[in-house]
């Protein structure tokens, strides 16, 4: 069945450094795809990066990068230089790749504070 | 802004009572998912429906039911509702593939007293 877990329910990072955000996940599908989103308080649900079970480098947008070990069964989040506000809650996300459907699982979630 | 629109944005009702939450998702999409996100259960999957039929099922209670109209856009039921159903209602849209992002809407708070 599928699993996702993210261990770290609260980070606090200095303004201007890098942070990572933990996530394993367990699936016996061989096609996946591994998502982070991001919640600030207003709500609203942020996507962020994208990376897939066959993608042979790590995902990278802008700030955010994907740490992805996949033998290890881990997509960890890393925001470089962090921002006021990144102060948000990020949750890792993982769909299986069934032909059948696409039901998506989402971790607890980590609530990141970014102190000045 | 995501593309996907979500009505209404609240939504305050009594115990026992139905509503109807409304979705419509990013042009081209024909995928529509419902997630129920409240602070003890986190953010839990409903149902998928791609281009009109139900695709995949997940923690959705017998009271509430959901369907895709021709137009693409969706509607969740929720009946005979709860204290315990106050959350608040995600509806997200992707493209066909498992590789394709799902863009969330703003959501729809309930709150059922």
């Known amino acids: 069945a599928q699993k996702i877990t993210q261990t770290q329910p609260g980070m606090f990072v200095q303004e201007k450094e890098a942070v990572t955000l933990d996530c394993t996940y367990d699936t016996s599908d061989p096609s996946y795809g591994l998502f982070w989103y991001k919640q600030p308080s207003s709500g609203e649900m942020i996507f962020l990066i994208y990376?897939?079970?066959?993608?042979?480098q790590n995902a990278t947008e802008g700030r955010y990068s994907l740490n992805f070990q996949k033998a290890r069964k881990s997509a960890n989040l890393v925001i470089s230089a962090s921002q006021l506000g990144d102060s948000a809650m990020y949750f890792c996300a993982m769909r299986e790749g069934d032909t059948g459907g696409f039901k998506t699982i989402f971790g607890a979630g980590t609530r990141l504070f970014v102190k000045a | 802004d995501s593309g996907v629109t979500q009505t209404p944005k609240h939504l305050i009702t009594a115990t026992g009572q139905r509503v109807t939450l409304r979705c419509s998702p990013r042009?081209?999409?024909?995928?529509v998912y419902w997630y129920q996100q409240s602070l003890d259960q986190g953010l839990q999957f409903l149902i998928q429906y791609y281009n009109g039929e139900e695709r995949a099922k997940g923690n959705i209670l017998e009271r509430f039911s959901a369907q895709q109209f021709p137009d693409l856009h969706s509607e969740l039921n929720l009946s005979s509702l709860e204290l315990g159903d106050s959350a608040l209602y995600f509806c997200a849209s992707s493209g066909q593939g498992y590789t394709d992002t799902q863009y969330f809407g703003p959501g729809t708070r309930l709150t059922v007293l």
């Open positions: 990376q897939g079970s066959y993608d042979q």
């Open positions: 042009s081209g999409d024909l995928s």
